[in-house]
């Protein structure tokens, strides 16, 4: 029973491209977070929305965008990719009640 | 959130019982203990949470000791699909408040 699921896998862009990292959840949660996750510095979130059209910066917001102009799907923008920003990036959702935060399978993105 | 301190690494032979100790010393009182896992490759999984008593699931038990200052994850018999990185989190159930991942304690469980 899948809950959150991220467009891609895996993703090769070249630098400067612009990327967009899909995410969408099937269990109607207002919230929703974008984290990325790099060796020896652990899982860092980036943006979060808790709800349509709302958004939130995190830690490390620099170089990235989002949107959420529909309840079930979140979106991660890479306005101009760089190689920094090659990383895996996970979505993630909580139920509302119990905080359980429900993550996708990740998205591993490598800037050249 | 409180900040959380782990083990960088533990070991646990296969079948054994593999105890994951936390500490939240400047845990509030309305904050909850998350327990998730991450295995290589893969999104972090939720295993377990409570607030002061003992908690037990298909996955692990919780023990959180009477001052809430500490926590230990129990699997009671590990096997090496176990191993992976635990992450302890300790939050408020606040739907706005997202999770603060540190660390966590990387477990391989031996055969």
């Known amino acids: 029973d899948v809950k959150v699921t991220q467009s891609s896998r895996y993703l090769v862009k070249r630098t400067g491209e612009k990327v967009f990292l899909e995410c969408v959840q099937d269990m109607d949660h207002e919230n929703m977070f974008w984290y990325r996750q790099d060796p020896g510095l652990g899982l860092r979130l980036i943006y979060f929305?808790?709800?349509?059209?709302?958004?939130e910066k995190g830690d490390i917001p620099e170089g990235y965008s989002v949107s959420r102009e529909k309840k079930e799907r979140f979106s991660l923008i890479l306005e101009s990719a760089s190689t920094n920003q090659t990383s895996m990036y996970l979505c993630a959702s909580p139920a509302t009640n119990t905080g359980e935060l429900f993550f996708g399978e990740g998205s591993r993105l490598t800037v050249l | 959130d409180a900040k959380t301190t782990q083990p960088t690494s533990m070991d646990c032979a296969e079948g054994r019982a593999a105890n994951l100790p936390c500490n939240h010393s400047?845990?509030?009182?309305?904050?909850?203990v998350y327990w998730y896992r991450q295995i290589h490759s893969q999104g972090p999984q939720y295993i377990i949470h409570?607030?002061?008593n003992n908690e037990t699931n298909e996955m692990a038990s919780l023990i959180i000791t009477e001052d809430r200052k500490s926590s230990t994850l129990i699997l009671p018999h590990a096997t090496l699909r176990d191993t992976a990185v635990y992450y302890c989190i300790v939050r408020v159930v606040d739907r706005n408040t997202p999770l603060v991942f540190g660390k966590g304690t990387r477990l391989s469980v031996i055969a």
């Open positions: 400047t845990i509030s009182g309305n904050e909850y």
């Open positions: 409570g607030l002061k």
């Open positions: 929305s808790y709800d349509v059209k709302m958004k």
